[in-house]
């Protein structure tokens, strides 16, 4: 589903990514871990396509199709999800609106009729529920005033409602308390199928308790420099990022 | 911002002025020129009565006597008052009773610009009076708005049926002394909506005035006077469009409001003229002096505007608290793209005690746009706990347009509470990427950014205004961000 070789980014003359190289196919939760600094959210935000980052390297296949060429919009509709680390305010924008806006462009790009008001709705109060969100949520503005927790289950919530192909989540634990992180992990557990791909980014092994990865690999300096399963995850937990930096430069 | 994101802007901002067609209609027009010569013949094609022809020609001595204002934070080139034609009006056969006796071509066009003067095919709870250049065309719903005393004429036949409503309350808000325009105005108006809801009654439907602009070179003036008797109530909405003309034409309106005991009026403005081309060539010169008075304890007068065309505009709808315990309110959404210009804003006089008023002013300036708030809150000696709350925001997108705020402030009395809160943001290009990654593009993104930011506003106007303006904005903003 997405191939990503040798992919280089630098952002104000700076090289981030300096050759990623990640195979990801259907059905599969790949973590990605790694120390400050390594370049984890550079990755999600060049996916995603982020203007601010400057591709300066590699390729990048989605569904077969080159990516790096296209519009964030046009990656979005074509079934790529951002689950923002920092998602973003937008006061006087009701949920319900952005939400429906989003869901009929996505719908407008695959050649689908606009969802009716009714249908909507009743697609949003099944989301709710399921995500175990609170309903005045969707007559909020777009995380305006929403606590920390609040905004990453409403990553979580949009995820649910735009179903995308391939999602990826950037830290989406940080900041929150276990319950909080429970409740997203139990959120994003009841997404995964086996028609469609996740990729976790996270700073620490506490969240891969909950969603189990069926790989792991570990970014230091803008490279993979290991990859495994889930009992790498494990491995770091006890040793240490350092210990990946030591062996790395040896 | 940087380089990059000006295609961005661009492309959002550029969208194309829908109601700029022309109707070829046969006019009855004046020549060119003001003098008092014009000002007699202008009086005359109205069929006016003496005492009419004296306030105008008082008013234009006056005129004469004026220099122009040029403290507005507004770059204006001479306008040659001699070149412009005062009245244009529509040929018809008769006034327009019924709708069989209007002017097809001018049903094609109020159809056009969405406005039926057809009452069987009306938005129900809708009246309308609509004016085309210097004259009204037609006032719906006449009939039975007078079966419960309601007045809704157009205001050439109020001077004719009740002149001594308009001798009573015609200048009593804004006199022909008040400023440069509503001198001009007083002098040349033409035509516009008279509103008369008597004691206790609520008036059951919008009331609406829809000014249209066709014939080239001519100036528009018109007046609206709305009076609300005791405990009355009504809630009146205008609207205004012109054809694109590379010429700059001029609009110089009188809106004057009184408001009784108990009564409330809420007046509401989509105006969207012509606002030239993206150079900045043609468009509407915006002059209008609004004001209202509550007269009577616990009366209320609500502004909302929506100010998105005119290359020029120069207004500031403002109230005078004089009842105790009296309400003014401004909701105020100002758009400027490309070379417009806009300094408006709101005056609210605290003259009675317990009065209170609320500003809520929200600027959004694209392109070459300049976007000034200008307003004063005054408090009097005897306003005793008079309380006022600002809020002033200014909206930048791209980084060729300016924000501008005066607010002025005079206090006469200790137990008053004004606040001042101000704000100047920029869209982020984080909000738009976050909309992007979800599937919306840049422009619709700028949209929805765009109506959010205004939604204080917009939640004010009546739903049908509500959601034509939320389109009205995002159309004007075409081509316009990052």
């Known amino acids: ?250 | 911002m940087n380089g990059d994101q000006d295609p961005i802007i661009n492309q959002v901002t550029q969208g194309e002025y829908k109601y700029g067609f022309v109707t070829v209609l046969d006019n009855d027009a004046l020549p060119k020129g003001l003098n008092e010569d014009i000002i007699r013949q202008l009086s005359a094609k109205k069929d006016e009565p003496e005492w009419m022809l004296e306030i105008r020609l008082k008013a234009f001595r006056y005129w004469l006597t004026m220099k122009l204002p040029d403290w507005a934070h507004l770059k204006i080139p001479v306008i040659d008052y001699q070149d412009i034609i005062y009245y244009s009006a529509p040929k018809s056969k008769k006034p327009a009773g019924s709708f069989e006796d209007v002017d097809p071509e001018l049903v094609k066009t109020f159809d056009k610009l969405g406005i039926s003067l057809d009452e069987q095919k009306h938005l129900s709870g809708f009246a309308v009076d609509a004016v085309m250049d210097s004259i009204s065309v037609k006032t719906t719903f006449k009939e039975s708005l007078a079966d419960l005393g309601i007045i809704f004429s157009s205001f050439s036949e109020a001077v004719r049926e009740h002149p001594d409503l308009i001798k009573k309350y015609m200048g009593s808000v804004v006199p022909y002394r008040d400023n440069f325009y509503a001198a001009l105005n007083s002098a040349v108006f033409s035509d516009g909506s008279f509103v008369f809801i008597p004691k206790g009654v609520r008036c059951p439907m919008e009331l609406s005035t829809y000014f249209r602009i066709n014939a080239a070179n001519t100036g528009q003036f018109e007046r609206t006077l709305i009076v609300a008797e005791e405990g009355a109530y009504v809630s009146y909405l205008e609207g205004c469009t012109a054809p694109k003309r590379d010429k700059n034409q001029l609009h110089a309106a009188i809106v004057e409001i009184v408001v009784h005991t108990d009564a409330e009026v809420k007046y509401s403005t989509v105006q969207n003229w012509y606002p030239g081309d993206k150079n900045g060539k043609g468009g509407i010169y915006n002059f209008v002096t609004k004001r209202g008075i509550c007269l009577g304890d616990r009366s209320k007068i609500s502004w909302t505007q929506v100010e998105t065309g005119s290359a020029v505009t120069w207004k500031y709808p403002s109230c005078i608290l004089r009842g105790d315990s009296s309400v003014g309110e401004f909701y105020s959404v100002a758009v400027t793209n490309n070379h417009q210009q806009a300094d408006t804003g709101t005056k609210m006089i605290h003259i009675g005690k317990n009065t209170r008023s609320i500003i809520v002013s929200k600027g959004i300036s694209a392109g070459k746009g300049q976007n000034s708030y200008r307003g004063l809150v005054r408090v009097s000696k005897n306003a005793e706990n008079a309380r006022n709350y600002s809020q002033c925001d200014s909206l930048l997108l791209g980084d060729q347009c300016g924000a501008h705020t005066f607010p002025h402030i005079e206090v006469d009395n200790q137990s008053a509470t004004v606040e001042h809160e101000a704000t100047t943001s920029k869209i982020g290009e984080d909000q738009i990427f976050y909309c992007n990654q979800r599937g919306i593009d840049t422009e619709t993104a700028v949209g929805l950014i765009v109506n959010g930011y205004a939604r204080e506003v917009l939640n004010k106007l009546p739903m049908e205004f509500a959601v034509e303006a939320q389109k009205l904005l995002q159309i004007s903003l075409e081509g316009s961000v990052g």
């Open chain 1, 1 to 250: 589903m997405l191939s990503i070789r040798n992919l280089k980014a630098a952002i104000n003359g700076k090289e981030i990514l300096r050759g990623i190289n990640l195979e990801v196919n259907e059905g599969e939760v790949h973590a990605i871990m790694g120390p400050n600094g390594s370049g984890k959210s550079t990755l999600a935000a060049v996916l995603a396509g982020r203007d601010i980052f400057t591709v300066t390297g590699g390729e990048v296949f989605f569904d077969g199709k080159p990516l790096l060429g296209m519009a964030p919009e046009t990656r979005a509709r074509a079934g790529i999800f951002l689950g923002f680390q920092y998602p973003v305010e937008i006061p006087g924008v009701s949920m319900v609106n952005f939400m429906r806006t989003a869901i009929n462009e996505q719908r407008k790009y695959r050649e689908l009729p606009e969802m009716n008001a009714s249908d909507f709705l009743k697609l949003m109060r099944d989301k709710k529920a399921l995500m175990e969100i609170d309903s005045a949520l969707a007559s909020r503005s777009v995380n305006e005033g929403f606590s920390g927790g609040e905004k990453k289950r409403n990553e979580i919530f949009q995820m649910a409602m735009l179903e995308p192909r391939l999602a990826i989540l950037d830290e989406t634990d940080s900041g929150l308390d276990i319950d909080a992180m429970k409740t997203v992990a139990t959120g994003v557990n009841r997404l995964r199928r086996p028609n469609n791909a996740m990729i976790v980014i996270t700073h620490y092994q506490r969240l891969l308790n909950y969603i189990v990865p069926d790989f792991v690999h570990v970014l230091s300096g803008g490279r993979i420099v290991r990859s495994g399963d889930k009992t790498l995850a494990y491995e770091l937990e006890e040793k240490g990022y350092d210990w990946i930096k030591e062996e790395n430069q040896e």
